[in-house]
Structure formats: structure tokens, C-alpha cells
């Protein structure tokens, strides 16, 4: 474990259209804790609340991986079908990046994320 913080990512913005349903989306598929920030934005913390984060609207999605987000997942298979079924779409299914274990999804507003499983889990 670091003894500093620094160079640590804490805090994200994700582009969406539409915020309610990126939030409900998140926190379906992820486990995602969703809290309205001090000004009124929608907020979000990841599973392990080490990484927050907001909703913005008036962004382009990140539709096309360049600077490629993943998501930590105990069964990538499990977590494919949490995908889907909370409104987003697998775009790269498991196995296409072998030998890891990944796959990549598009959420409701368009952003490519990928999802990754460590080996033996």
C-alpha cells in the first residue's frame, strides 16, 4: 500500500444524456453508491469509495477507446449479463484480449468502458 496519494485517480466525470438513467445504470450494474453533491449534481462512488465522481451532460461520450476506463469485476460474466440487463451493450465480448480476461461494454449515453477479471477468480 502507497504511503502517498499523490498520483492516485480519484475522481471521474462521465459524459450522459441522460443522468438519471446513467446513474440507475451504474448503480445496477455495479453496485455504484449515487449521492447528490452540494450543488445539486449527481454523484457517485465506486464499490470501494477509493474513486468518485459525477454525471455531466454537454459532453461528447467517449464512444471510440483511446483513453480506455476499466471496471473491476468478480465475474465477467456475471457482470456482462448486469450490463445488458440494466440498459448497456456489450461492444467486445470475453475472450477477445486473451490471455486476459476483459470485455468491453457501451453504457446508455455512448461511453466505451472496459470490464476487467483477475485470472483464478
Partial sequence: MPNSMNGKIC???LPA???EKSA???SGAFGWRMRKRGDGAQAFDD???EVSGAFVTGRNASSSPGMLLYIMVDDI???CKAVE???GRIIQPVGADAPEITARFA???G???GLYQEPNR
Fill in 11 to 13: 475522481y471521474l466525470e
Fill in 17 to 19: 444524456e441522460d443522468i
Fill in 24 to 26: 440507475a445504470f451504474y
Fill in 47 to 49: 464499490t470501494t469509495g
Fill in 77 to 79: 460474466d456475471g457482470a
Fill in 85 to 87: 440487463s440494466n440498459g
Fill in 107 to 109: 453504457d446508455p449515453a
Fill in 111 to 113: 461511453n466505451i468502458i
